[in-house]
């Protein structure tokens, strides 16, 4: 069974981009340098295709004197869209990469060193998150550390996959024609939502850096 650590970096509306797509940064140099010594402590990070494509993102730890071993990087790509020139594709020989489809292995990528993981997919072909959660698990990806946008962190709160939260604000106000932190969860009621205890609260620069648990 794995543990999802869900991290959401966002201004005090809980918006973390514009609504032209603009996001860096909204957080502080602390907070960032926190965010990299929580990917440390995790097998994996994960993200979905669309970030993948939006920022080319490397997904490293990038601190002053850590010498320990690099996350996997983890890409819920159903369609295996992921550029074979992005920095992820290219550096997949370097630090282990893996895209989860719902088809076979794209030739492509796996010539690269990518680790294509094929799950069954649910809804618009998209992977069913259980499955994924399990898929990595195998792979000894037990630790995932989710950094995905919106949707992404939805869809694993909508599942009751989320262990722990971590989130970062920053003190200014996007509104709301932004984008928001957290996709659509389909809830009927407020009893249904997703509850989570705070655990902790610290002051990193101009930001507030909140954790929290799973409620039960």
Known sequence: MG?????LATSLDARIATASGESRWI?????????????????????GIETAL??????????????GPQPARVILDSRQRLNPESRLARTARDIPTYVVATGEPDATLVALGVRVLTVRAIGEDRPELQAVVDALAVEGLAWLFVEGGGQVAGSFLRCGLVDA??????PLVIGGEGRPA???LGLKSLASSPIFHRTSVEVLGED????????G
């Not at 939006?54 to 010498?67: F, K, S």
Request: charged share 30%; glycine share 6%.
């Open 182 to 184: 957290v996709g659509a």
């Open 165 to 170: 939260l971590e989130w970062f604000r920053a």
């Open 54 to 67: 939006a920022d080319d993102p490397e997904l490293t730890v990038r601190l002053a004197g850590h010498n």
């Open 27 to 47: 957080t502080g140099e602390a907070a960032r340098e926190a965010v990299h010594r929580l990917r440390a402590d995790h097998d994996a990070v994960v993200i």
């Open 3 to 7: 543990h999802v650590t869900l991290k």
């Open 208 to 215: 507030l850096w909140e954790r929290y648990k799973k409620a």
